[in-house]
């Protein structure tokens, strides 16, 4: 038997079709690509981070429900006590789980640019994916269009990440509202950026029977703990812990992640320093000529280059030694766009140095 028949026979035609997840190689460059906090701790912060871990038992299995940091994240998210909360290994698995747990065939809906690992997960699975295209221009929701294809398709799963990835925008609140309303299914409101953003539908648990709210800490400062978080109501999360692997956040994680946000104020003065850069940033890109950068609430900034010189001026800038995003490949809206992570004020100024110098070059 041929290596491709061997694979054919083995594998779905859902994953031999698909690319894997690409994760571009950083070494030696300022990276500005990943939407992470550019911040470390302090050193006192440190030391006593690694004295809570020097106890840690290491031969034991974690705690499976990891009580202790959930009950933190409830705390310092408000999450009414009435609500439970599902831990993942980062935010990828939560959607994975959400995912796993739907009929074969059943459909999946999100805006269109999204969060890639929507659609990734959800053809992966050998579910139905239906992408709705933002409108042009203001990224928002396309109300109607969302409502027709509820409608139509009849989703078991919609996607709606606020502020949205890779666009950096909040959606219309009425819009999501009349969404919820709208579905017969779970409507998952992705608050991956909330720190960044001012907004969130944490305190509308209660007004939907089919609203969860999932977060990250990975933006917030921590994408090394992979871990994040989605609440809604108990009857819907404990369906959930029934896919969730056994001890699925090791121990390091969990100690790590409810000291870190036990030092919340820590987070909260980084939070304000990159949305001040942010500021800076989006004003220095929008006097460029040849630039059109889009209103951002979260911690990276959408930026239109001039047509058809997006892979040119993105080469260009990775060999002055700064890697953003390129995502003109994906074409439609995304058409000549990069995306740039908010760093530090230096990383910043670096990137729009070498942007400035590659617009220039012919």
């Not at 953003?324 to 990383?347: H, M």
């Amino acid at each position: 038997m041929s290596e491709n028949n061997l694979l054919s026979s083995i594998f779905r035609k859902e994953v031999l079709a698909m690319s894997a997840y690409k994760v571009a190689d950083a070494t030696g460059l300022i990276k500005l690509d990943a939407m992470e906090n550019p911040y470390s701790w302090p050193e006192g912060i440190k030391r006593d981070w690694l004295e809570t871990l020097k106890d840690c038992p290491l031969n034991r299995y974690p705690d499976p429900e990891a009580k202790q940091l959930t009950a933190t994240i409830k705390r310092l998210n408000q999450i009414p006590e009435q609500f439970d909360v599902l831990l993942g290994n980062g935010s990828d698995e939560i959607i994975q789980i959400l995912l796993m747990a739907l009929p074969a065939n059943a459909s999946v809906l999100a805006p269109d640019p999204g969060f890639v690992m929507y659609k990734q997960l959800s053809l992966c699975l050998g579910l139905t994916y239906h992408g709705i295209p933002l409108l042009a221009g203001s990224f928002d929701l396309d109300l109607p269009a969302m409502l027709e294809a509820i409608e139509q398709h009849q989703p078991s799963v919609i996607f709606l990440a606020y502020p949205n990835n890779p666009t950096g925008n909040l959606f219309s609140e009425a819009s999501i509202r009349e969404i919820i309303k709208a579905a017969k299914g779970l409507v998952i409101i992705d608050e991956a950026y909330a720190p960044f953003a001012d907004a969130s539908f944490i305190d509308s648990l209660g007004q939907y029977d089919n609203l969860l709210v999932m977060r990250t800490v990975s933006k917030l400062g921590l994408a090394g703990l992979r871990l994040g978080y989605i609440a809604g109501k108990p009857d819907i999360i404990e369906q959930l812990h029934k896919i969730r692997l056994p001890y699925n956040i090791n121990s390091l994680t969990q100690i790590s992640a409810d000291f870190a946000l036990s030092n919340k104020a820590l987070f909260d003065q980084q939070t304000q320093n990159i949305c001040a850069e942010r500021s800076i940033v989006f004003n220095r890109l929008n006097a460029l000529n040849g630039i059109t950068a889009y209103p951002s609430s979260a911690n990276f900034i959408l930026f239109k280059t001039p047509e058809n010189r997006a892979n040119e001026i993105f080469a260009s800038i990775k060999q002055q030694g700064v890697l953003i995003k390129n995502l003109s490949a994906q074409g439609g809206l995304l058409a000549d766009c990069l995306r740039v992570t908010v760093g530090k004020p230096e990383e910043n100024a670096a990137f729009l140095a070498a942007l400035t110098r590659s617009l220039v070059t012919p």
